[in-house]
T-cell receptor, first 115, second 108 residues
């Protein structure tokens, strides 16, 4: 099946710093990538949808200036958590989809801990 | 966007029994319905999906049924095994919002 990688797998940072997470589709071109946040024992909450070469579409309640998304190529999307705070600590997971409607493939996730 | 509701939130069954998880959706234009399994600390994995032009799809012990009129679809797992224990998520349409999830526990 299709492979999606995510880097880093975990990160610990100080409050106020920015953290960048990369999501790559390794063996297919992803026209659309999704970013989710998952708190312990909760569902996957969609944060934003990004299409290559255009601005991301953010879900209601997600601050676009805090969670910067760049989908610069058909195989790479990045999520930058700016000025991170302890409440941003979570499991961030991306997914990529080659077309629509089509199966989406998930990355392994990034566990972020903000101290 | 699509609104997906999933029930039950937790489900405990004895090994060998069947398990059924149901989801309802709001947008009648939705045409793609996947089910994902997520084990603790791991990424969700697609286990089965169905498109709106069929009413049922089966893959060994797993099946999905779709009722477009009522706007609901269900995951059926037969002959459950302890390794089926996980959280299962449904989604509808292309904007990929997930249901709240069902924690399935299969007791040996």
């Amino acid at each position: 099946g299709a492979v999606v990688s995510q880097h880093p797998s975990w990160v610990i940072c100080k409050s106020g710093t920015s953290v960048k997470i990369e999501c790559r589709s390794l063996d297919f071109q992803a026209t659309t990538m999704f970013w989710y946040r998952q708190f312990p024992k909760q569902s996957l909450m969609l944060m934003a949808t990004s299409n290559e070469g255009s601005k991301a579409t953010y879900e209601q309640g997600v601050e676009k200036d805090k969670f910067l998304i760049n989908h610069a190529s058909l195989t790479l999307s990045t999520l930058t958590v700016t000025s991170a705070h302890p409440e941003d600590s979570s499991f961030y997971i991306c997914s990529a989809r080659p077309g629509s409607p089509a199966t989406q493939y998930f990355g392994p996730g990034t566990r972020l801990l903000v101290l | 966007g699509e609104n997906v509701e999933q029930h039950p939130s937790t489900l405990s069954v004895q090994e060998g029994d069947s398990a059924v998880i149901k989801c309802t959706y709001s947008d009648s234009a939705s045409n793609y319905f996947p089910w994902y399994k997520q084990e603790l600390g791991k990424r969700p994995q697609l286990i089965i999906d169905i498109r709106s032009n069929v009413g049922e799809k089966k893959d060994q012990r797993i099946a999905v049924t779709l009722n477009k009129t009522a706007k609901h679809f269900s995951l059926h797992i037969t002959e459950t095994q302890p390794e089926d224990s996980a959280v299962y998520f449904c989604a509808a349409s292309n904007d990929m919002r997930f249901g709240a999830g069902t924690r399935l526990t299969v007791k040996p």
